[in-house]
């Protein structure tokens, strides 16, 4: 089977996966995408500066917004997972694979000055450099799965297992995810805005609010 066929075949079986599943459909992730988008372009998260800004501590836009979204949205999860409304598909905690991958992810992140969430937004604008980083990460992609077992498996150690934070503390999972996302919340609403502009930015900006100008 050449690499044409494994694409073909994986592709067919992740959209057969996801549309055979009970709790979505491709109708109800398109549109939870499209809203997604929306959301990255209204907030600007998707531009360089921010991503690259965040990983040398000059903006701090992307961490308020990532720490308000699993804050709100660990709780609303939860509870909708305990009412039967959704599933966890939690992974296995290997500590040497998560080491290096997040090295590699955080580097990679940094240098491209995207994520997987806002690279695609950036590439509708017609962003080529992130396509390229895109195909890059799809041939990386590639790699790891026909050469998992030979190379890759060996360096992920040993599973820990499928561990939950209500895992520690049985009988008082619900006041504990409710801690827990009011203490995101608030870290979210007490990081300090800083925010790190590029000149089409600025030019969008009033005079008296351009830091350039101050």
């Given at each position: ?82 009412a039967g ?24 992140m940094a ?35 026909l050469y ?67």
């Open positions: 089977m050449n690499i044409y066929d494994i694409f073909v075949e994986k592709t067919t079986a992740m959209v057969e996966t996801i549309a055979s599943q009970g709790h979505g459909s491709l109708a109800l992730i398109f549109l939870i995408g499209v809203i997604f988008g929306g959301i990255i372009q209204y907030t600007r998260v998707d531009k360089f500066e921010k991503i690259a800004g965040f990983a040398m501590l000059k903006d701090t836009i992307v961490p308020k917004m990532l720490f308000l979204a699993i804050g709100v949205t660990s709780i609303g999860l939860y509870f909708m997972i305990d409304w959704a599933h966890y598909h939690i992974k296995p905690i290997t500590l040497s694979g998560l080491i290096i991958g997040g090295i590699l992810f955080g580097i990679s240098i491209l000055g995207k994520c997987p969430g806002t690279g695609p937004i950036s590439i509708a604008e017609g962003r080529i450099d992130v396509l390229i980083g895109a195909i890059g990460g799809l041939f990386g992609g590639l790699v790891f799965t998992y077992d030979d190379i890759f498996k060996p360096l992920m150690g040993d599973s820990l297992g499928k561990l939950k934070l209500t895992d520690f503390f049985q009988g008082h999972e619900d006041l504990v995810v409710l801690i827990f996302g009011i203490a995101i919340t608030i870290i979210a609403i007490a990081i300090p805005k800083v925010e790190l502009f590029d000149e089409a930015d600025l030019s969008q900006l009033p005079d008296d609010n351009r830091p350039d100008k101050k």
